[in-house]
């Protein structure tokens, strides 16, 4: 079978990740690199690759089979929409768009014209989240209930993350998507409606949108969540020393900066406690003691600490592999385009609750 011949359109930390592992794949010939500051790489690192900081010009140039687009968001809908001028399959980091019409016309326009588009939701194929999704699943804990989420974390938007022009209008399209699409994974329901609420100022002044977002999620089956999501309740570093205590995979996980990344999931049965930065998950039954008063017991712990917080929750190369192989086989993508529009969906919901101040029911 003939080598898929793929660009990869934007170079930052998302696109290097990409690249790392498209080049690695035996199926792919990496054909062109298109980035503004492409004069950073050096041509002897990919001799038999074309650079460009001008993704028409490559356009212009190569004959392509698909692309991988990891840039600004701002950019994801025009860049979508000439790869598919040009009959090019598209993997496409999140979020699709930063408006829902424009989000609706790319899915609409991949469908018409028969190409695979597979929108970046790697959580959904990283391990951690997939043995979230089998214990679910398997009935141990019953019948879903609700999910409560909560995430601080010290300040990792730079540049054109924190502008609202580049970035988008919410930390929602931008962190908390991902999120809200594994909630919809695990329980396998569609959210009705939402209410979300953000403070009338920021701490973090060089964010253009909200740095803290509270909001509460209606699904189908009557399961709630709740998300709080924040970057200004906990610290970037200790007095500007570097010094990182306790995990050793860096400051950014360690507790006593304030640090929070975990999920609690309820079940009619028992629950899961889930401490990302502990890289463990706790699964709760429900028993009767010695004086027969219901309670929850802890059942087993489940330790992953030994692999990389990254390579557990944030692992691009399943979902990169099994968009070449949706190519080759003429298959529908792992993640349908018109499932990952209803992520997005919700968080232009939210969008809309934090300025309104009201409930926002979700019209599919």
């Not at 840039?71 to 598919?84: G, I, L, N």
């Not at 709630?224 to 990182?244: P, Q, R, W, Y």
């Not at 008063?293 to 330790?303: A, I, M, N, Y």
């Not at 929750?313 to 993508?333: G, W, Y």
């Amino acid at each position: 079978m003939a080598q898929i011949k793929i660009a990869l359109i934007g170079c930052g930390n998302n696109g290097l990740q990409h690249l790392n592992i498209l080049k690695d794949i035996e199926e792919v010939k990496l054909e062109a690199i298109v980035d503004p500051q492409i004069g950073n790489f050096k041509k002897e690192q990919f001799p038999k690759c074309n650079l460009y900081k001008d993704y028409k010009k490559m356009f212009q140039n190569e004959k392509v089979d698909a692309v991988c687009i990891s840039t600004p968001h701002k950019f994801h809908y025009e860049q979508v929409m000439a790869a598919f001028e040009h009959n090019c399959h598209v993997l496409l980091e999140k979020p699709i768009a930063l408006t829902e019409k424009d989000s609706r016309e790319i899915v609409k326009k991949a469908k018409e014209k028969k190409l695979v588009l597979q929108v970046g939701f790697e959580c959904r194929k990283s391990s951690l989240y997939m043995r979230i999704k089998e214990i679910i699943a398997s009935g141990e804990i019953g019948e879903l209930l609700s999910i409560s989420f909560r995430h601080y974390r010290g300040t990792w938007m730079k540049d054109w993350y924190c502008k609202r022009e580049l970035g988008g209008n919410s930390m929602g399209i931008i962190e908390t998507c991902h999120y809200i699409d594994l909630m919809r994974f695990w329980s396998g329901k569609d959210v009705e409606w939402v209410f979300a609420s953000s403070p009338k100022a920021n701490l973090r002044t060089e964010y253009d949108y909200p740095d803290t977002s509270y909001c509460q999620l209606g699904f189908q089956g009557g399961i709630v969540a709740n998300i709080e999501d924040s970057h200004a309740l906990s610290c970037d570093c200790f007095m500007d020393t570097g010094k990182s205590y306790g995990t050793g995979e860096g400051e950014w996980m360690d507790p006593v900066y304030g640090h929070c990344f975990e999920y609690s999931i309820v079940g009619s049965r028992g629950a899961l406690y889930v401490r990302m930065l502990s890289k463990q998950i706790s699964v709760l039954e429900m028993k009767t003691s010695y004086s027969q008063r219901p309670q929850l017991s802890l059942k087993r712990v489940e330790d992953y600490n030994k692999v990389s917080l990254h390579d557990l929750v944030h692992d691009h190369s399943l979902l990169d592999r099994l968009f070449i192989n949706a190519i080759q086989n003429n298959t529908p993508p792992a993640i349908l385009p018109e499932d990952a529009l209803k992520s997005h969906l919700v968080v232009f919901a939210i969008e809309k609750s934090e300025e309104t101040g009201e409930k926002v029911y979700i019209e599919g």
